[in-house]
Each structure stands twice: as C-alpha cells, then as structure tokens.
C-alpha cells in the first residue's frame, strides 16, 4: 500500500502539514522541556539544559511510537517557490538519515500545492518525499535532534533550508499501529492515531508532557 492510498483509508481527508493535532480528534500535543527556555537567562547563550530535555523527550517518545521492525512511512515536505532552478534536487533527509542505502532508490516524490494560506502562496508549490522503511533504517536520534535545531544555526544536526522557502516538515507514520509523529520544532511535537486506544499508553506513561493549553480536551478525550 502506498503513502496516498494508506492515508485516504486510515485518516481519510487529513492533510499532512502543519497542526495535525486541529485536524484530527484522536491526538495528543505535548509541550517539550516545560519550565525550561531556550537561551540561559540575561545572556545570549544556548541552554544546553534545555536542548538535552527536548532531545531525550522526542528520543522517548518515538522509541514508544515505534518498535525495532515496525514499518513506516518518513514523509518530508519540501516547500519552493516555482522559480527555483533547484526544484527536481532531493533534500538531504534520506541521504543523510537513512542507513539502508537501497531502500533509498524506493523514495517517491509528489508535487503538492503549497500548504500555507500566505498572500503570494501561488507563488510556491509542496515537493512531498515518502519512503517506506524500518525504524532500524533511520538514523533516528539524529534526525530527530535536525529537527529540534532547525531554528538554531550553532546547533547540529541542523538541516540546509537552501533553495527552500521553509524548513521541511518531517512526519513518522507507524503503519501497523496507525500513528503519526510530527515534531514541529524544539517548543512541542503532536501524536495523532485512528484509534485512541493505540495511544493511551503514552498518554498515561507521559501525561505530564501534556501541553497545558490542551490538558482539558485531551483529559475528556481519555475519559
């Protein structure tokens, strides 16, 4: 089964972009390293603190998500404008990220509209990659680290936004549990499934990650 053809039959009319958490009622946000901030107070220096809870907070929670030999689908959006000379170039995220090499010749792309409601957003289109794998293929624990640092230039991992109007969005979707993990930056990631029971257990493992603006839907959704 392919990406198009799996999402229209387990999460019929959900678009893979930005706030999956506002378009689907089975789901959960958490907010990453609570009480923490990204920069040391009165001075502009990293908190390595901070970076260390977000790392081992999306670590977690992926390694709960996905067992050794689930099978996934990695799905990256790509987002350009139309009059880029590099728009057929593939990002990076499976040259560097994936250990398989020959699971990489299997990379489908697809050429989306652009997915945000911005002034000139005719102007841009959605390059969407998706590659089915393991969880053993991917060099997760750094490629989860890229995302979290994406808005830090002095972090690496980070990823080259070159060419590229914004960061990729990266999204793990757990075929066989029917799960999806987006991390949008270091500040909260959002988990999303087809059958609330197949998340419960994070809920209840990591309940005080919750993000606080969302405790009381997500308490009346696991009632």
């Not at 390293?33 to 999306?58: C, H, M, P, W």
């Not at 209840?204 to 969302?214: F, H, P, S, T, V």
Request: with cysteine.
């Amino acid at each position: 089964m392919e990406l198009k053809e799996y999402m229209n039959f387990v999460f019929p009319g959900l678009i893979l972009k930005p706030s999956l958490y506002y378009q689907w009622d089975t789901r959960i946000h958490f907010e990453l390293a609570k009480g923490l901030y990204q920069f040391k107070s009165e001075i502009d220096e990293l908190n390595d603190e901070y970076f260390n809870r977000v790392y081992d907070q999306t670590t977690t929670l992926f390694n709960e998500i996905f067992s050794h030999n689930d099978e996934l689908f990695l799905v990256t959006n790509v987002y350009k404008h139309k009059g880029d000379i590099k728009r057929n170039k593939k990002i990076k995220v499976y040259n560097h990220y994936i250990n398989n090499k020959n699971i990489r010749f299997q990379l489908k792309e697809e050429t989306l509209p652009y997915m945000f409601d911005d002034d000139d957003a005719d102007e841009y289109y959605t390059s969407q990659f998706s590659l089915k794998c393991q969880k053993q293929d991917i060099r997760y624990p750094v490629l989860l680290k890229a995302i979290c640092n994406q808005d830090f230039p002095p972090l690496r991992p980070r990823f080259n936004n070159r060419g590229i109007s914004n960061y990729p969005d990266l999204f793990f979707i757990n075929i066989k549990k029917n799960i999806i993990f987006y991390i949008y930056d270091d500040r909260g990631c959002e988990v999303i499934a087809s059958d609330i029971e197949a998340i419960r257990p994070i809920y209840e493992k990591y309940n005080e990650w919750i993000d606080e603006y969302c405790r009381e839907d997500t308490e009346q959704l696991f009632k």
